[in-house]
């Protein structure tokens, strides 16, 4: 590096005083250094070194080609073009510098490269003749040189010379073609603009002498939109500014709310130019300035945006028999939620822009100066309008999409914390209209969380002020969330009567599913329960919110109650019989409305949904009211029920209202319902009731029935591939186990079965004979003969692409994960970290009981037994079924935190069977494991998943025989496995067993004790030497010695103060001996080196380690260290010489006549085999001394 920096300051040098071809020689020789640097590891200080260098390289190409502008265009050329080069591999550079600092060098590096684009593109257009032929390059050059002007001006907003540069590119980018410019971009517009402009009649009197005047007209329109669209691909920031500049939003908004032709023959081609435009100016909003200059409420009014859903809304409800799409609708949400994602983050980016000062106080300056003006947060009325008017879509294609739409929208607007705001951005950028991955850099609003190495730099008090300032910021959100909340729930706006409507009437139970949970959030965001209780409790239909409050046994609500049914049955006895059926009907709906608000509270406020089902719902009369959804044999009513007593047998407090239910047998109705989600709902609720129940948890033969129940589920969605007969048939022998009712055909639809049956599962795989029945090939009984088995479905749903949501994945990861271990595995790893073990857990309960319940519970384990030997046999069965490939799929789809820990400790239980290490490499284990560990700045949930994942790695290395594994695997594993042994949060057994496997590494070839040593594992080791954990420092010292005879370990080892260490480590056989074994055979093992052999004979305790060990009685010790000795005598000189010294000679002479009968020996002192043969080396190596010394 130092060599470079010279170079480098002979560049500036010979720089100032304008010797430009010697100053890029300097720079280029300072490059090779650098480059030579990082074939050996650079890191940052490399990449910012050579990142200067490449920038002032450049700047030489710039004023080389400046000196140039007399002499041929090609010269001159060649020299902008390399300055360009160089400025992009400066910035690629750049990329691996995260510090504030690297934007003063970034700054300049786009400057130069933006300078030399302008110049290059002015050249071709002064002096080119066939300059028209070029216009595309001279287009892209001047739209490059932008893009890098706006991004350095996105950081350094005082920037004059790079502001003067910018207008200057946009002037010569509009003289393009002469005026306006030829760009593609500008093209489209003017199509567009002609297209709005054109007389209706005129185009009709056309196309009745003409041929579909109208339709091209479209079609042409519909060309320019896409031309756009893919503009806005290629490079988001220049086109969309390019769009703003040139006036699009007018006609871009006025095409999104009525099309080209309002009267044209084919309204599908108006549809589509509609939903292009939006997404045009979605793709637009994603860059933040055009929305700060363009977007405003003036040009892009949310209201219009509101106004366009309504209408598309109101035609769907009126023209059901055509049905509408809800393409216009979904787009102009999308574009909302653009809108209010771009007011938070600029809100966090305002909130947060004051720099804190390290006495922990903040700069008084202007924020509107830092990050820009402010921009009007989006009405909540236009937001409220439009997923209202969604909510309550008609038929058609829309009848999911809208609601779906609405559901994001309703999402971002309510959004209570970063994380949520976050989250609805990723859905934002994740719409059809978003700009390509390289070209939209996503914003985050949590960036200004701060990571450990942040607070590591900062002082006490400014963490102190910035913990502050989140929480100041986490309660103004918050207030605002409930704010929005609470004005969209209200009974004035209607949004939670619109949410309850749209569920109760969707025929997608996944829809229903997905409303019902957005509702239990916005509710979860109250703080208190009262204040959720006066929203909802007319929705509820309950008179009184504060019913339950003094009375909490309820019986004045109870009596309530009955008068009001009561009266509504005099009521309804009045009626006619037409009336009678419409008012049961309506009757149903509301029944239905009040039901979906309850399960969701129960979800979302289980406080508060436990008290809508003593109190709340209908005065009291909630279960009532659920025994009419039951037996209302409507489909939604009854999915609805389901989706209730699946919730509520989630809640303690709320168990013991559905227990009427089970002891009634009105849960019968839905546990044979032909819809599978309705069926599935109430095998969860009865799963979840059972295992509550200690009596049915002691029943086999019930758990059984749910089994059965729950892996029928697992088959509703591909019965169809099985045969209607087999699979009704089947269906029907599984359900008359424990059914007495006959059950109707099957229905046809969507289905959620498979999510149900997996969480169904997930509750009974916790019993042992569940784990070994699903593990040993389990079918229902009648199960079709060709049908999979019960372990074969989940693997293959788990290997779907794309199957199932966060929550069905999850329930996979936990049943693979509790079917490869014990139960009593998983009470001792509960006591791991706490101040008592299981075992003294145990013996204190034990002294409260009585021998009787001693005796039950004795039996009991003996029924739940679980033997090390079952669960070894249960895991080879899993990785013959392919479970580990399962869970590599499973891990590499999902985002969830919570599911990678659960799949993560799956893989580390099943690597514990050494007979399926190799299957799991095999299936992808490995590799998905070291592709995990990548990545900077992990946070605390992260760090434990990297734990995870590389004592995975650990596990699955400790004996499998590296041959087998690919050169990258063996190298990438290195580095996870000494960053296991590193971290102070693992477990010793983690360590231990990462140490293990680097033996097993270290011991196969060079190249790995190279990687190694290349990523510090030297020293990481000899650290570990020191673990309190006696059989951690074992490991670490046989690690140490596979590592010989690399160069860099002997060179460790020949040091005087870490050959003390080892020494000292050798003679402390009496209290650590396996530790002393490994040293001593590590001295062994290293003793042909000369230089090695020469400082030991030199250590002050070389004389106390030779005798010592010659008078331990140690056999393995003495062969060891007669190892030792024979190879210091065959060193001759002074190697012989302090061996003599030492009276080995004479020892050893008495040591072989003292045993010279080996027979007699080894019958008197009755040795073990392995004894007899140590017996038998140690003397023979004792004669080979005697010898040699001779």
Not at 38 to 64: Q, V
Not at 620 to 637: F, M, R, Y
Not at 1073 to 1093: I, Q, W
């Amino acid at each position: 590096m130092s060599k470079a920096e010279e170079l480098k300051s002979q560049g500036n040098d010979a720089f100032r005083k304008g010797d430009i071809q010697n100053g890029i020689q300097f720079y280029t020789s300072a490059l090779e250094c650098i480059n030579d640097l990082g074939a050996t590891g650079g890191g940052h200080e490399s990449s910012t070194m050579a990142s200067t260098l490449l920038s002032n390289r450049a700047m030489c190409y710039l004023k080389a080609a400046e000196s140039q502008s007399q002499t041929p265009n090609d010269i001159m050329r060649q020299s902008l073009r390399n300055c360009i080069d160089d400025c992009t591999s400066a910035l690629e550079r750049m990329d691996a510098i995260t510090v504030s600092s690297s934007n003063t060098i970034r700054g300049k590096i786009l400057y130069r490269r933006s300078k030399a684009l302008v110049v290059l593109a002015t050249l071709v257009q002064n002096n080119d003749v066939n300059g028209d032929d070029d216009d595309d390059t001279k287009e892209n050059n001047l739209n490059r040189a932008a893009k890098d002007l706006l991004q350095l001006l996105s950081f350094d907003v005082d920037n004059k010379e790079a502001a003067s540069l910018l207008r200057v590119a946009r002037a010569h980018h509009g003289n393009l073609g002469g005026g306006m410019g030829r760009s593609r971009i500008s093209r489209a517009l003017d199509v567009l603009r002609r297209a709005l402009a054109c007389d209706e009649n005129r185009l009709r009197d056309d196309a009745s002498e003409g041929k579909g005047g109208e339709s091209l007209s479209n079609l042409d329109a519909l060309k320019s939109l896409r031309i756009l669209q893919g503009s806005l691909a290629e490079d988001v920031s220049s086109s969309a500014e390019d769009i703003g500049r040139r006036g699009g939003v007018a006609p871009l908004l006025k095409i999104a709310r009525h099309g080209i032709l309002e009267r044209a023959e084919n309204p599908q081609h108006i549809e589509q130019c509609r939903v292009a435009s939006l997404h045009v100016l979605s793709g637009c909003c994603s860059h933040e300035p055009f929305i700060l200059k363009y977007g405003g409420r003036d040009s892009l009014a949310p209201a219009i945006l509101a106004q366009i859903v309504e209408e598309e809304a109101v035609l769907s409800n009126t023209a059901k028999e055509r049905g509408v799409s809800a393409d216009v609708a979904v787009a102009a949400m999308a574009l909302l939620v653009r809108l209010i994602v771009h007011w938070d983050h600029r809100e966090v980016a305002r909130f947060f822009a004051s720099k804190i000062f390290p006495d922990g106080t903040m700069e008084e300056t202007a924020i509107q100066s830092t990050v820009g003006e402010h921009v009007p947060e989006v009405d909540g009325s236009s937001v409220c309008r439009a997923a209202k008017a969604a909510f309550l879509w008609g038929s058609g294609d829309g009848g999911a999409k809208a609601p779906r739409a609405a559901l994001d929208l309703v999402s971002a607007w309510t959004a209570s914390d970063l994380d949520a705001l976050d989250a609805a951005s990723e859905a934002c950028f994740r719409a059809p209209s978003s700009s390509s991955k390289r070209d939209v850099q996503k914003q985050k609003a949590a960036h200004h969380k701060l990571a450990a190495e942040d607070i590591r730099r900062m002082k006490p008090r400014q963490v102190a002020a910035h913990r502050k300032r989140e929480v100041e910021y986490q309660r103004n959100n918050n207030r605002r969330a409930v704010q929005h909340i609470s004005a969209f729930c209200s009974e004035e706006v209607g949004g939670l009567e619109s949410m309850l409507s749209c569920a109760a009437r969707a025929e997608d139970h996944r829809l229903r599913r997905e409303v019902g949970l957005q509702i239990g959030r916005m509710m979860s965001a109250f703080e208190e329960d009262d204040v959720v209780k006066k929203l909802i409790f007319k929705a509820l239909g309950c008179t009184n919110w504060k019913v339950g409050k003094e009375d909490e046994d309820g019986d004045e609500s109870g009596g309530l109650s009955t008068l009001t049914i009561e009266e509504l049955d005099e009521e309804k006895e009045m009626d006619d019989d037409d009336g009678k059926e419409e008012g049961s009907d309506e009757k149903l709906f509301a029944v239905m409305k009040r039901g979906q608000l309850a399960a969701s509270l129960l979800v979302g406020r289980p406080d508060v949904g436990t008290w809508a089902f003593k109190f709340g719902w209908s005065d009291g009369n909630g279960v009532e009211e659920l025994k009419e959804l039951i037996s209302s044999n409507d489909p939604c009513a009854m999915s609805i029920a389901s989706e209730l007593v699946s919730a509520a047998s989630s809640v303690e407090s709320s168990r013991p209202f559905l227990l009427p239910l089970v002891e009634e047998g009105t849960l019968e109705d839905l546990l044979i319902h032909p819809d599978a989600d309705v069926r599935s709902g109430a095998a969860s609720c009865a799963a979840k009731i059972g295992l509550a129940s200690k009596a049915l948890s002691a029943d086999d033969g019930e758990v059984m029935e749910l089994l059965d129940v729950a892996i029928e589920l697992l088959f509703e969605e591909n019965e169809d591939e099985l045969g209607t007969e087999d699979g009704a048939e089947s269906s029907s022998k599984t359900k008359s186990l424990f059914m007495t009712k006959e059950v109707p055909p099957k229905s046809v639809g969507d289905s959620t079965s498979m999510e149900r049956g997996v969480e169904v599962m997930a509750y009974l795989v916790s019993k042992t004979f569940v784990k070994e029945k699903v593990s040993n090939a389990y079918k229902p009984k009648g199960s079709p003969a060709n049908r999979k088995t019960a372990l074969q479905r989940l693997v293959e749903i788990a290997c779907a692409p794309e199957r199932g949501d966060a929550q069905m994945a999850y329930g996979l990861a936990g049943i693979f994960n509790l079917l490869a271990v014990s139960v009593e595995t998983l009470r001792k790893e509960a006591f791991i970290g706490k101040e008592i073990t299981k075992e003294q857990y145990d013996q204190l309960q034990a002294l409260g009981k009585t021998e009787e319940e001693k005796e039950a519970e004795a039996k009991v384990d003996e029924r739940e037994g679980d033997s090390p030997a079952l669960v070894s046999e249960r895991i080879r069965k899993l990785a013959s079924a392919n479970v580990p490939r399962a869970m590599v799929k499973l891990l590499e789809g999902s985002s969830s935190d919570a599911t990678q820990e659960k799949l993560l400790e799956g893989m580390g239980r099943m690597a514990s069977e050494a007979s399926v290490r190799g299957v799991m490499i095999q299936q992808g284990c490995l590799s998905t494991c070291l592709q995990l560990d990548k990545g900077n700045k992990p946070n605390e949930a992260e760090k434990k998943i990297l734990r995870l994942a590389r004592s995975c790695v650990a596990k699955m290395l400790v004996t499998i025989n590296p041959g087998i594994l690919t050169v990258s695997q063996r190298s990438g594993s290195v580095g996870p496995l000494l960053k296991l042994v590193k971290d102070s949060d693992a477990l010793d057994l983690m360590h231990f067993e990462a140490l293990m496997s680097l033996t097993n590494l270290a011991g196969f070839d060079n190249e790995t004790k190279n990687r190694v040593v290349k990523q510090k594992g030297i020293p990481t080791l000899g650290y570990a030497m020191f673990s309190d954990h006696e059989m951690v420092r074992q490991a670490a010292t046989e690690a140490m010695c596979n590592m010989i005879p690399h160069p860099e370990m002997m060179e460790y080892l020949t040091k005087e103060e870490n050959l003390r260490v080892w020494i000292a480590f050798s003679l402390d056989y009496e209290e650590n001996f396996a530790c002393a074994r490994a040293a001593l055979g590590c001295l062994a093992m290293a003793v042909p080196d000369p230089e090695f052999a020469g400082a030991l004979v030199k250590c002050q305790n070389f004389r106390e380690l030779i005798r010592a060990l010659m008078e331990c009685g140690q056999l393995e010790l003495m062969h060891r260290i007669l190892v030792l000795i024979v190879g210091l005598i065959e060193h001759g000189g002074k190697c012989r010489e302090a061996v003599i010294a030492t009276g080995v000679g004479p020892f050893f002479q008495a040591y072989i006549q003292s045993y010279q009968d080996e027979k007699k020996t080894m019958n008197s002192f009755n040795f073990s085999p392995s004894e007899q043969g140590s017996l038998t080396a140690t003397l023979s190596l004792a004669k080979e001394v005697v010898r040699l010394l001779m």
